[in-house]
Structure formats: structure tokens, C-alpha cells
């Protein structure tokens, strides 16, 4: 390998920002050589990587997987909104990494249509500064999110208690000096109640165990690249190397007293949590309730169940998709290395309260002085100006005067998610009631012709309930991987034509599946003034 061809970390993620014009810092060269992707070169101490090597990753990364995606999924896939371009910190930006939700879009998808930019494929523009954009399925909240960056006023819907609770807590005003307070009441309260466990001693232990153990075995990043480059055999090799620690593991266990599973779960807290972490997250929970302010309340809330949902006993790679309880060391294929499950809430907690409000803060420079809000009700049937009156009169005003003028959301699709049960933990932990029974296309209700049927029928009726409140030339903007071809009926059922659609790549998606995958945004109008 010639020396011109090496180059430090700092110059590669400036090459690779002008080569992918978009912004590739330090951190994401880093990542590569640390999961193998490309290699390591040491001289005297300082780290180089290969330029040729990074030009052949990002070529084949990129520009093939391109070409590969438009030759399985089609050619009117519409690159443009692939958004390629916007790093991952972008499209987390703010509060939209809050709190994990499965499921969601992305900001800049929602951006693309509710601002006032033209191109190509969106040849007008639909919603100006002073509309009201509606979201009947607002999961998380992101269109209310955007609305507010946008200069617009929106209303989101949702029969989960616990997503507007998501989406409250993202569009709400807070007291910074209050909840900073009283983060630093809890953690102090926190500390104190861990003295009485050994928790924190045992996993200080076992880390230690862990790393002199992962150093040997598992040498980063040259293990990786073995791995990913198929110079060795990484079942057979990580299944002996688990089995070498468990010993250590199980004396662990032993010499601290510490209580793993129980035997006989009743609750989803009892099925998932070790008993230690269990006791904190209770405590915790408890410290909150005595907040007086309801704002500041529901963000630390929200903070401890982004908490709980880290704490799960699981492997790391199945943190998105729950799949069996885990209660000991185990190989994680993420990391290259032999890791734990969590045995403390403390380091998670302190982690999501610092970066809570860092974006808090962030958010808190970008909002207009619009109004959003999120309400709790079935979208086929609730009378959304008497709820949002409830809340916010002056809003309930102007849906009565002005009318909405649109929709933009992402329905749930058909058989794919359970929405209750991927936050069950928060359910369990706030006592929220649970209206599995009024989500459209659950999971539990699976694929078939009866579930498609039902999905229809849904769908239609949340967009006929929705109409009454719409301007007259309103515009409907449904994100959806239609593979059964539902949406041409759901529109004629609900009185409306699809005038366009616009085929997406997707591709950054939190699901382990990573082929080529696409969603349609459907532009629905009202059918009567359809020529």
C-alpha cells in the first residue's frame, strides 16, 4: 500500500463530505473502522485509514445501491426523496429523538410538503403560514413538530394515551429551571436509595471482567474486520467464547446477591425487568409524582420511560424488536464482543436527562409562536373541535372559521405493528388504560383478505370523520407501503381521488431488515372537484 494513499481521520471525513456532499464528520470515519468496514493503519500513534478503500466503500454503498433499488423496485422510485443527503444527527434532529418510536417519518419528508419550496415533482404548494395541518395518526408527533418549525398550526390525533403523551411533551412550553431542578432533586434522591444495593458494585465488576475479557478475544477493530471479511467464523468462535464467560458471570452473580428474572411473570415490568432495575424505575416513577408543575412532570416522565425502554433485559440488537427475555452475558453480533444485559437504571437516566434538554433547547430556538395540538380519541369518530376546544379554544376557533386545509400522516399499516404493545413498558409503569381494540391494522390481526377488508374500512372512515373539518379544496398527503393495493378503494370510498403519488426510497430504517424497501405518498382530493 503506497503512503500517499493513507490519510488521517480528519482529512477522510473531509474528503468524504465533498465527495457525498453532505456534512461526514470525524465520528462517522470512526464508526466505519471501528465495525470494519475499512481498515486501521497505525504509525508512531496516529490512526490513518486507506482513501482508496473509503472510496470503494462509499462507491458501492451508494451509487450501486441506487441502481440495485430502482432495478427491484421500479423507475419511478424518486430518488430526490431519499433524502440521502441528511445525516442521521439531521434526521433525529431536536425532539424527534426524544423518545423511540417505531414507525415514524422522517422531518424532512414532512418538510418537503408542508413548506413552500417547488421542484420537479412537487409543482405547487399546498399549506402557507397561518394553516392548519391535521395529523388523524400522529404517532409520535412529527407533523406537529414540523407544522410549528413551519409557521403552521396543527392538531394531532391518536387512540394511544401514551403517544400524545409523546407528542405533548415534544410541542410543550417548559420552565428549563424547574426541570433542571428537579432532575437534579431525583438523581440526588436516586444515588441515595442505590446505597442500600449492590448493583452498581456488581456491574462495576462485571465490566471490568468484561473488558479484560473483550480485549483478548475480541480485539477492536481487527475482530470486526475478520468477521465482516469471512476470515473467521464468527457462530462458532463467538458460542465458544460466551460459553467461556459464563462462569465468571454466574460468581458474579452470586457474590453480589443480585436478582435476576422472575420465575412466574404477571406483568410486562415482571417479564422484562430484572428486580433491581424494577425497584429503581419504581422510585424514580415515585420521585416524579411529587412534581408540582404538570409540564415539567411529563418530560421527566418521558425521559424516565426512554429510560425503562434501555433498560429492558435484552440484547442489544433486539432492543427494537423485543424477542426472549435475556438474563445473562451473551455475544452481541452490534458490537463484536461478549455484552450485558442492564442492571441499573442510573447511567441511562443521566444519559436521556442531559440530552433531553439539550434538545429542549434546540427546539426551543426554531418554534414559532403557532399552536399544536395533540388529542386522545378514535380519528373515525371524535369531534375534534370539542376536543381541541377542551384544550386550546383559540385553535378550536379557527378550525370553526377557517377550516383545516390538510392532512399529512402515515396510517398505521396493515398487520405490521402493534402500537400499544411496543411501549407496554409505559403502560404498565403510568397506568395508562389501553385501547388496543381501536387500532386499524394491529399486528395481532394479521395480512389476510379480512384484515385488508377491516384496514379499508378504517382508514375510510377516520378520512370521511376527518372531512367535515377540511376546506373545501383541501389536500390529503397519506404515507403508505400500499403492497395490497388498498388506497385506490379506501379514496373512493371516502369521496376523494388520488390526483399523484410519490414512490420513496426508504433507507434508514430501525428494523434489522435493510433490502430495498419503498412508501407511496398518496395526494388525495376531494372527488366532486375533480375534473
Known amino acids: 500500500m503506497e503512503a500517499l494513499d493513507l490519510v488521517s481521520i480528519k482529512d477522510a471525513s473531509k474528503w468524504a463530505s465533498d465527495h457525498l456532499g453532505k456534512q461526514v464528520t470525524t465520528s462517522n470515519i470512526s464508526y466505519l473502522v471501528q465495525y470494519g468496514r475499512i481498515r486501521k493503519f497505525s504509525d508512531k500513534g496516529s490512526v490513518y485509514i486507506s482513501l482508496n478503500e473509503l472510496r470503494k466503500y462509499y462507491n458501492s454503498h451508494n451509487v450501486c445501491r441506487k441502481e440495485a433499488w430502482k432495478e427491484k423496485l421500479g423507475d419511478d422510485l424518486n430518488w430526490v426523496l431519499s433524502f440521502e443527503q441528511y445525516s442521521e444527527a439531521e434526521t433525529t434532529k431536536h425532539v424527534h429523538r426524544l423518545h423511540p418510536y417505531k414507525g415514524k417519518f422522517i422531518p424532512q419528508l414532512v418538510e418537503y410538503f408542508l413548506d413552500s419550496h417547488t421542484d420537479d415533482f412537487k409543482t405547487q404548494q399546498f399549506f402557507k403560514p397561518g394553516d392548519i395541518v391535521l395529523d388523524p395518526f400522529a404517532g409520535s408527533g412529527t407533523t406537529l413538530v414540523q407544522a410549528n418549525e413551519l409557521g ?118 415482571d417479564k422484562w425487568f430484572f428486580l433491581h432495575v424494577r425497584e429503581e424505575i419504581e422510585f424514580v416513577c415515585q420521585e416524579i409524582k411529587k412534581v408540582a408543575n404538570p409540564n415539567t412532570k411529563r418530560i421527566l416522565a418521558i425521559m424516565l420511560s426512554r429510560t425503562t425502554r434501555s433498560c429492558r433485559a435484552t440484547t442489544h440488537a433486539d432492543l427494537a424488536t423485543l424477542n426472549e427475555p435475556v438474563s445473562s452475558t451473551y455475544y452481541c453480533k452490534k458490537h463484536g464482543k461478549i455484552c450485558k444485559p442492564i442492571f441499573s437504571i442510573l447511567k441511562w437516566w443521566n444519559t436521556y436527562t442531559k440530552d433531553t434538554i439539550k434538545r429542549l433547547h434546540q427546539y ?20 375534534i373541535t370539542a376536543k381541541v376546544e377542551a384544550i386550546k379554544p383559540q385553535l378550536a376557533d379557527m378550525v370553526k372559521n377557517q377550516k383545516i386545509k390538510g392532512i399529512f400522516t402515515s396510517p398505521p399499516y396493515v398487520g405490521l405493528i402493534d402500537y400499544h404493545e411496543q411501549h407496554a413498558y409505559a403502560y404498565d409503569l403510568f397506568g395508562f388504560d389501553r385501547n388496543d381494540d381501536l387500532e386499524i391494522g ?44 388498498l388506497y385506490p378503494e379506501i379514496a373512493k370510498l371516502s369521496g376523494m381521488k388520488i390526483v399523484n403519488q410519490f414512490k420513496r426510497p426508504v433507507l434508514n430504517r430501525t428494523e434489522k431488515d435493510k433490502n430495498a424497501y419503498s412508501e407511496i405518498i398518496f395526494h388525495l382530493k376531494d372527488l366532486s372537484l375533480q375534473v
Open 442 to 485: 394491529p399486528l395481532y390481526k394479521g395480512q389476510g383478505k379480512d384484515a385488508q377488508l377491516s384496514y379499508i374500512q378504517g382508514i375510510s372512515d377516520v378520512l370521511i370523520n376527518c372531512k367535515k373539518y377540511l376546506q373545501p379544496d383541501y389536500d390529503i398527503f397519506m404515507v403508505s407501503n400500499d403492497k395490497y393495493g
Open 364 to 383: 426551543q430556538q426554531l418554534k414559532t409562536s403557532t399552536m399544536q395540538v395533540c388529542i386522545t380519541g378514535d380519528s373515525r369518530k371524535v369531534d
Open 152 to 269: 403552521l398550526h396543527a392538531i394531532g390525533i391518536d387512540v394511544s394515551a401514551f403517544n400524545v403523551m409523546i407528542c405533548g411533551s415534544k410541542i410543550g412550553e417548559y420552565d428549563f429551571t424547574d426541570i433542571q431542578n428537579e432532575i437534579k432533586r431525583i438523581t440526588i434522591a436516586l444515588k441515595q436509595h442505590l446505597k442500600s444495593s449492590k448493583s452498581l458494585e456488581f456491574e462495576a465488576h462485571l465490566l471490568a471482567e468484561l473488558n479484560k475479557f473483550n480485549s483478548k478475544h475480541f480485539p477492536s477493530p481487527d475482530y470486526k474486520y475478520k468477521v465482516r471479511n469471512k476470515l473467521l467464523d464468527e457462530k462458532a468462535y463467538a458460542t465458544e467464547r460466551e460459553q467461556e464467560f459464563l462462569p465468571t458471570y454466574d460468581s458474579l452473580v452470586r457474590k453480589y446477591d443480585i436478582h435476576l428474572l422472575e420465575d412466574n411473570p404477571i406483568t410486562f415490568m
